[in-house]
T-cell receptor
Framework: GAGVSQSPRYKVAKRGQDVALRCDPI?????LFWYQQALGQGPEFLTY????????KSGLPSDRFFAERPEGSVSTLKIQRTQQEDSAVYLC???????????FGPGTRLLVL | KQEVTQIPAALSVPEGENLVLNCSFT??????LQWFRQDPGKGLTSLLL?????REQTSGRLNASLDKSSGRSTLYIAASQPGDSATYLC??????????FGGGTRVLVKP
């Protein structure tokens, strides 16, 4: 594809609901990243995959957050029992090589009511 | 822990003026530094990538410098235009591949 795509673009959830956010990286990109961006702030790292291996999940804020990339391409970020503080934009990025630029998707804007 | 700071948080200039955006980071052991542009409600667009061994990168009206030893990078945008209005973010990559972002500088270029 031409770039990183994410779906849905917008998601409204009631507190306590589970949500699943999808990321399709650029074809051939080995590494995939998830970031969380609160309003008016810079993105913060959540987790990172190299192919299907999750190499770093140190940024996941709680055990309600879970990410997977089972076949080394598409990734899903799942948030269980959503809370209001989970409201943010969730950004996905991919790179083809360690030294290359990270390319970002448009993000999923999550609002938890 | 790496911390990235961008000053000022917001900047307003008349069209045609040059823009100077500053980024500082606390740990100089970086792999590279990347500047991004973010328009309201949109994702991040990569502008320039500077490897740790480089001093600067240029693309059109954009020039970014890197002084790793002092933990600083500066993004220059020449002859600003209203279309340059956006939030500009810098991010550093250290070991582990993840990016650490600054809080961004919101730029408004007035016609």
């Amino acid at each position: 594809g031409a770039g990183v795509s994410q779906s849905p673009r917008y998601k409204v959830a009631k507190r306590g609901q589970d949500v699943a956010l999808r990321c399709d990286p650029i074809s051939g990109h080995v590494s995939l990243f998830w970031y969380q961006q609160a309003l008016g702030q810079g993105p913060e790292f959540l987790t990172y995959f190299q192919n299907e291996a999750q190499l770093d999940k140190s940024g996941l804020p709680s055990d309600r957050f879970f990410a997977e990339r089972p076949e080394g391409s598409v990734s899903t970020l799942k948030i269980q029992r959503t809370q209001q503080e989970d409201s943010a934009v969730y950004l996905c990025a991919s790179i083809w090589d360690r030294g290359a630029a990270q390319y970002f998707g448009p993000g999923t804007r999550l609002l938890v009511l | 822990k790496q911390e990235v700071t961008q000053i000022p948080a917001a900047l307003s200039v008349p069209e045609g003026e040059n823009l100077v955006l500053n980024c500082s980071f606390t740990d100089s052991a970086i792999y590279n530094l990347q500047w991004f542009r973010q328009d309201p409600g949109k994702g991040l667009t990569s502008l320039l990538l500077i490897q740790s061994s480089q001093r600067e990168q240029t693309s059109g009206r954009l020039n970014a410098s890197l002084d790793k030893s002092s933990g600083r990078s500066t993004l220059y945008i020449a002859a600003s235009q209203p279309g340059d209005s956006a939030t500009y973010l810098c991010a550093v990559k250290a070991a582990g591949n993840k990016l650490t972002f600054g809080g961004g500088t919101r730029v408004l270029v007035k016609p």
